[in-house]
């Protein structure tokens, strides 16, 4: 068996600045110098260098409301992504019950594009063979970043919507007891790390920007579409403290399965899986509102190419910003966008108030998607991208919304039971269990126990040099 590495716990994630000095400088030279060592697992966090949380607030001349749209950036992460927290999460409390061990299991990451691509980079950095398997028809870049990274993949039919084909191969997959499968829509490793890293770094910006004269340091709505639905349960630790603010999930318009039990093939990578997932704390989600694939690859290239900067300072944005916002976002991060200007548009919200939101990766996995997207819909010119900052942006509209009524989050609690009981072997007592709030506070109470465990099982281990 191979020596077992450990990283960060949930509270150094959250506050990088606690890590030992030696380990948090080599871990941020290695960032550049170093990516696929270990030690880069402490880089795993929303902060950057001076301990400021990486966020951008968008000008009003891009969101056309009141209230200050704030975007929290995940391409800082290793991997490019905030899914990569989650993978490392799972993976390291695994570990830590010795449910897995580097050498004797292969890592089997169930995914549509951000969590395999962070279970690419977190299971060879902990030791472990990695194996993605995601839909074939997946940005060509999602299939290169897994290869660099050491793991391998399996392509299954269909596009980001099309989970069940992913389940099949697991389920296949599962019959070698080498393979472990971590699938993030099931543990709730995925939700404690956006619980307490994601959640609690949101607070703390809240608190950032008031020092910098925007908003009162607080929060009036966290705005997150679904994919495994983890950077989602934020939502539950930011109500812990404003109790007043909103939690709004989004799914795609074409693929509207918490919206009306809906079905469908869709391009918002990473996010409208066709199902319910289980981590997902449907009872705390306040209202549902649906977004569509064709605007979100619209509004990217908006941001991705030189013509859109241009509209944007026709709009009275400087150049500073416009230049700022290129490259970083992704599909699902002008998803997240537009649910936020919904957001604040739904709930009439003034100019003290913030909607906060996450870009989980940004436009450097997504230019075959642009190129795909220009061939079909012909090359952007300034006058088309200032017409798209007007009918996207400025035009978000009322339409595709649905409150979290006590009817509406029986009915999308209740959805879960097609895949987890019928499917997936949960049984219906396992399922009812969900609709507690105890259950959710006994998996965010987990947290200080994995930690101390965590530091306990790294006073027998100490990371190799970095290069």
Same mark, same amino acid.
């Given at each position: 068996?191979?020596?077992?590495?450990?990283?960060?716990?949930?509270?150094? =994630?959250?506050?990088?600045?606690?890590?030992?000095?030696?380990?948090?400088?080599?871990?941020?030279?290695?960032?550049?110098?170093?990516?696929?060592?270990?030690?880069?697992?402490?880089?795993?966090?929303?902060?950057?260098?001076?301990?400021?949380?990486?966020?951008?607030?968008?000008?009003?001349?891009?969101?056309?409301?009141?209230?200050? &749209?704030?975007?929290?950036?995940?391409?800082?992460? +290793?991997?490019?992504?905030?899914?990569?927290?989650?993978?490392?999460?799972?993976?390291?409390?695994?570990?830590?019950?010795?449910?897995?061990?580097?050498?004797?299991?292969?890592?089997?990451?169930?995914?549509?594009?951000?969590?395999?691509?962070?279970?690419?980079?977190?299971?060879?950095?902990?030791?472990?063979?990695?194996?993605?398997?995601?839909?074939?028809?997946?940005?060509?870049?999602?299939?290169?970043?897994?290869?660099?990274?050491?793991?391998?993949?399996?392509?299954?039919?269909?596009?980001?919507?099309?989970?069940?084909? &992913?389940?099949?191969?697991?389920?296949?997959?599962?019959?070698?007891?080498?393979?472990?499968?971590?699938?993030?829509?099931?543990?709730?490793?995925?939700?404690?790390?956006?619980?307490?890293?994601?959640?609690?770094? &949101? !607070?703390? =910006?809240?608190?950032?920007?008031?020092?910098?004269?925007?908003?009162?340091?607080?929060?009036?709505?966290?705005?997150?579409?679904?994919?495994?639905?983890?950077? !989602?349960?934020?939502?539950?630790?930011?109500?812990?403290?404003? +109790?007043?603010?909103?939690?709004?999930?989004?799914?795609?318009?074409?693929?509207?399965?918490?919206?009306?039990?809906?079905?469908?093939?869709?391009?918002?990578?990473?996010?409208?899986?066709?199902?319910?997932?289980?981590?997902?704390?449907?009872?705390?989600?306040?209202?549902?509102?649906?977004?569509?694939?064709?605007?979100?690859?619209?509004?990217?290239?908006?941001?991705?190419?030189?013509?859109?900067?241009?509209?944007?300072?026709?709009?009275?944005?400087?150049?500073?910003?416009?230049?700022?916002?290129?490259?970083?976002?992704?599909?699902?991060?002008?998803?997240?966008?537009?649910?936020?200007?919904?957001?604040?548009?739904?709930?009439?919200?003034?100019?003290?108030?913030?909607?906060?939101?996450?870009?989980?990766?940004?436009?450097?996995?997504?230019?075959?998607?642009?190129?795909?997207?220009?061939?079909?819909?012909?090359?952007?010119?300034?006058?088309?991208?200032?017409?798209?900052?007007?009918?996207?942006?400025?035009?978000?509209?009322?339409?595709?919304?649905?409150?979290?009524?006590?009817?509406?989050?029986?009915?999308?609690?209740?959805?879960?039971?097609?895949?987890?009981?019928?499917?997936?072997?949960?049984?219906?007592?396992?399922?009812?269990?969900?609709?507690?709030?105890?259950?959710?506070?006994?998996?965010?109470?987990?947290?200080?126990?994995?930690?101390?465990?965590?530091?306990?099982?790294?006073?027998?281990?100490?990371?190799?040099?970095?290069?």
């Amino acid at each position: 068996m191979a020596e077992m590495i450990y990283g960060p716990t949930f509270e150094e =994630m959250l506050n990088p600045e606690t890590v030992e000095e030696k380990t948090r400088k080599a871990a941020e030279a290695a960032l550049e110098k170093d990516p696929l060592h270990p030690v880069n697992l402490y880089n795993i966090h929303w902060k950057d260098s001076k301990g400021r949380i990486r966020c951008v607030v968008l000008p009003r001349e891009l969101t056309g409301v009141e209230a200050r &749209i704030v975007v929290l950036s995940g391409r800082h992460f +290793p991997t490019g992504s905030h899914k990569v927290g989650a993978a490392y999460s799972i993976s390291m409390e695994k570990q830590l019950e010795r449910e897995i061990v580097p050498g004797r299991d292969t890592l089997v990451w169930p995914s549509t594009g951000n969590y395999g691509i962070g279970g690419a980079w977190v299971g060879p950095r902990l030791g472990y063979d990695s194996l993605v398997v995601l839909p074939e028809m997946m940005s060509a870049e999602r299939f290169e970043k897994i290869a660099c990274y050491g793991a391998r993949y399996i392509k299954t039919p269909g596009c980001e919507s099309n989970v069940k084909e &992913i389940y099949d191969k697991t389920k296949e997959l599962k019959e070698d007891p080498k393979n472990r499968i971590l699938n993030q829509f099931a543990e709730m490793g995925n939700y404690r790390f956006h619980y307490h890293v994601t959640g609690n770094s &949101i !607070i703390q =910006m809240a608190g950032q920007i008031q020092n910098e004269g925007i908003g009162k340091g607080k929060v009036a709505a966290f705005v997150s579409a679904m994919g495994s639905a983890g950077t !989602i349960a934020a939502g539950d630790r930011i109500k812990q403290v404003f +109790p007043d603010a909103r939690t709004v999930g989004l799914e795609p318009i074409q693929c509207p399965t918490l919206y009306n039990n809906g079905f469908g093939g869709h391009d918002i990578q990473g996010i409208g899986d066709k199902h319910v997932t289980w981590i997902h704390n449907v009872h705390n989600m306040d209202a549902l509102m649906c977004i569509s694939d064709l605007q979100c690859k619209k509004g990217l290239q908006v941001f991705s190419e030189d013509a859109g900067v241009d509209a944007l300072l026709s709009y009275g944005i400087s150049e500073g910003t416009a230049k700022s916002l290129q490259g970083l976002f992704g599909i699902s991060g002008i998803c997240n966008v537009l649910g936020a200007i919904k957001t604040a548009r739904f709930y009439e919200l003034g100019k003290e108030e913030i909607v906060v939101t996450v870009a989980t990766d940004s436009v450097d996995r997504y230019y075959s998607v642009l190129e795909d997207l220009a061939k079909e819909q012909g090359k952007m010119d300034k006058n088309e991208a200032k017409t798209r900052i007007q009918s996207i942006f400025h035009g978000a509209g009322l339409d595709w919304i649905q409150e979290g009524t006590r009817n509406n989050r029986d009915r999308w609690h209740n959805l879960k039971y097609y895949t987890w009981v019928e499917q997936l072997g949960k049984t219906v007592e396992e399922l009812n269990a969900l609709k507690d709030p105890e259950f959710w506070l006994k998996e965010q109470e987990r947290i200080k126990e994995i930690d101390r465990k965590l530091i306990q099982a790294r006073t027998e281990f100490v990371l190799p040099k970095s290069r």
